[in-house]
């Protein structure tokens, strides 16, 4: 039987990447020529192709320019993005090495659900040097709406699975929300913008990944 663990990456694997932030004031002035203000933006478990076009939106820029720039703008995100990447945009969060070694060597899967876009989730974790332990994953250039991102995870994972052996392990109510919509499990795990007490809905709740034996043993490991 199949079961497959798809852990978001920003404020869940690892800490916010400040030059991947920073891509999406520069795509804003770049593609569609407007100033944007990305640091003031709401944008925590959104996916970039939600937080680009509500960017541009909140400066009024039409639906077709956004559609229609949106190739260019991913495209010069992932150049910014490379050109740009320093360690702090990699930087592991306590205890995640140990607990994705432990998962990876156990009877479940690895993947992400992240709202990067795949180029830039890729290079992140190939320089943190966790990459080797997935095996599938949903992006942010999949859909605007993160629980569509599930979906596209199962067909890159290739195999037969039920929605009830996916977990979806995020840090923010919105990847609790998408867990829902799609009708997978929700772990949250504190260690974003939110509190635990703002995790609420969820199957389980952690403070850290040093909360390893609690996961361990949810997960039945």
Not at 6 to 28: K, Q, R, W
Not at 92 to 100: C, D, E, I
Not at 130 to 144: C, E, K, L, M, V
């Amino acid at each position: 039987m199949e079961k497959l663990l798809l852990f978001d990456i920003d404020g869940t694997l690892m800490e916010e990447s400040p030059t991947h932030t920073a891509s999406f004031n520069y795509v804003c002035n770049s593609i569609y020529g407007v100033q944007t203000d990305i640091e003031s933006f709401p944008r925590h478990g959104m996916t970039d192709t939600g937080i680009l076009y509500e960017l541009l939106k909140k400066e009024n820029v039409e639906d077709d320019q956004i559609r229609n720039g949106m190739k260019k703008a991913f495209s010069a995100m992932v150049a910014y993005v490379s050109e740009n990447l320093k360690p702090d945009d990699y930087k592991l969060l306590a205890n995640v090495n140990s607990v994705l070694g432990k998962l990876h060597n156990s009877t479940y899967s690895l993947g992400v659900l992240t709202g990067n876009l795949q180029a830039i989730a890729s290079l992140r974790l190939e320089r943190s040097g966790i990459s080797s332990y997935f095996a599938a994953g949903g992006y942010g250039d999949d859909s605007r709406i993160r629980s569509e991102l599930v979906n596209h995870a199962i067909e890159r994972f290739g195999k037969p699975i039920e929605r009830d052996n996916i977990y979806l392990i995020g840090d923010t109510p919105l990847d609790i929300r998408a867990a829902r919509d799609a009708s997978v499990n929700a772990i949250a795990v504190a260690t974003g913008v939110y509190k635990a007490s703002d995790l609420t809905g969820s199957d389980l709740v952690l403070n850290s990944f040093k909360e390893e034996k609690k996961l361990m043993d949810f997960l039945k490991i």
